[in-house]
């Protein structure tokens, strides 16, 4: 049995909570990835208040030496994570069978929080953070403590609601109700600038949540390789001749971190050479070493170079430049390297700590300024945003196809003054990868990131979730209308490949794009497997928050609503109440994610298939509105395909009726005598 310092078993732990005796102290590993420094926001007043509201969670007899603890955590790290709390356990998603439990709803989010929480998977494990350099499970290690000793005790007719990872407490509920309700960074909408983040959570009251870092449903790396790859395919289908493919042509993009890296990757997967630049020699290194990328070059003429060999050869090759990207913008049009399709992947909704690095100044000297002379650091990004889209636009008057990929590039270069609206200011020049390629071919009809976890921890049970998708899938597309052909067939092909592709990391976890049909007909045969005992244990059910109709996102994922209403957040609050009350085991809302605080509104899912009929109900009841509801918001936004795919929709279930909108003529608006 598992031993901890304390001779306890990871069961005893569990249940205990916040332990009675006071751990001893923790010491601060050097060999971890720890999160950055964060800003010292605080007033003197201010930081009182955070330890006076740390401290709440522990008895008086600690105050004394916790108040100087926790007061230098605050000085050191900018936050007060309570790292003498962290459990000394192992941080891992075990088999449901071994965690404790009155419910195994209860039992199934404890094995998705710890996997959020493993150091494999997590990107800042020790500060209680998943992924995007923010996106965290829990502000603090007693937060954690108690929610895992809430799970263990609660029943079928209790709810625990959580406040930005802070457990408010269980509350009576009934068997029918979500087991948890998460809600991340929610805040009165006048407070919701950067600036606010770091004081509100320096105070230990909100947390950035991210996606899926606050809703316990990230699964590694696998999410983002399968979205880009659909990007990056479809990309290429958008401005090539039906009978060419990708191969011999350049994608040109940048970044190599926790996301971006899966780019490499995704190009390979999609036939064509592709070039990454990185600033940060580690990272390129890391991803270089993992396998993510071909070849690594640090000096231009040399990748120039290689380049026109791999064009000549129409090789399909993955490239990381050491590098600023503004660059090899630049040093490509110069030597007349044509790019088919280009992007970027900075971290542009970070861009004042370090998310971007601007072009001549060298990492190291940027990193000084960003502690030292902010300010100068800031002049320096926003003219390097301004020569990053010179370049680009240069390329795109002969020919490239430019998308935005959801990392704030074209908001920031516009509020840097860079040439990047359109004629009549309105819009930006360019479209974002959810305008011309997420949007109108996948969401628009239902298709998003569809994921779910074999609980048992048993490889052997997700290869059989693949097949059955695989011929749910199959079955499906034999009578699929010929507009969803295509994104059937790309996840058919994912899906078979999937477990060659080797992406599972943490839990036994898989993530593919269906519709409406197809996420509930494959569950329903997932819950059938469970029943059958075909699979040994339950199967939980979610998404990314990157999806149909959980997230408003005007710069992202509805980005291609046209009807002035995307930045309204109707719809993601719909869904999470509507997802709730229709059988979710939990549900969760968050601001910020991907886009950046304050940006964004997003939400998401668990559901567990325990292989009853009760779960066969939930799941078609809920996976229905899941993606209909943003069926028929698209829909009354007048977007084309999603008219057709909500119109389809209603023929096939007759208790559907949507508002359907009125399309009007052109001609009758231009021929208004309308005042300016
Ligand atoms: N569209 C999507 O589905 C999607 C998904 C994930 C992430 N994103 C967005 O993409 C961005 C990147 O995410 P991440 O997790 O990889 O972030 P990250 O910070 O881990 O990686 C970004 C990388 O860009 C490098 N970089 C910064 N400026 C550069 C420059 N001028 N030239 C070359 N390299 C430079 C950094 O060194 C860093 O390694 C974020 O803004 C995120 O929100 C979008």
Redesign the pocket.
Known sequence: MEKNKHNNSFEEQIVKGIPSELPSKHIYSANVNHAPRRKDILTLEEKKLAIRNALRYFPKEWHEELAREFSDELEKYGRIYMYRFKPAYEMYARPISEYPAKTRHAAAIMLMIQNNLDPAVA?HPEELIT???NGAVFQNWAQYLLTMQYLVTMTDEQTLHIYSGHPMGLFPSTKNAPRVIVTNGLMIPNYSTPDDWERYNALGVTQYGQMTAGSYMYIGPQG?VH??TI?VMNAFRKILPKDENASGKIFLT?????????QPKAGNIAGCITVC????ES??QKRYNQGWVDVLIDDMTELVKRVKIAQENNEVVSIA?Q????D?WEKFFDEDVFVHVGSD??????PWS??????DVS?EESNILIREDPELFKTKVQE?LRR?AKAINNHTDRGTYFFD????FLLEASRAGADIMNEDGTDFKYSS??QDILGPMCFDYGFGPFRWVCTSGNPEDLDKTDKIAMNVLTEIQRTAPEDIQLQMQDNITWIKDAKANKMVVGSQARILYADAEGRMKIANAFNQAVASGEISAPIVLGR?H?DVSGTDSPY?ETSNIKDGSKFTADMAIHNVIGDSFRGASWVSIHNG????WGEVINGGFGMVLDGSEEAEQRLKNMLFFDVNNGIARRSWARNNEALTAIKREMKRSPNLKVTLPNLVEDRILDNLQLKK
Request: net charge negative.
């Open positions: 990107q992924y995007g350099g983002i979205g880009t990007t940048a970044g190599l971190g926790g996301m971006s890296g899966a630049a990185e600033v940060n990272a390129a430049y590098g600023n990207v503004v090899v992947q900075t971290s542009l909704h970070n370090g998310g971007y690095y601007p072009v990492y390097s990053h990929y959801g990392n704030a990868y959810v990314d990157h992202r994610g991907g886009v950046g």
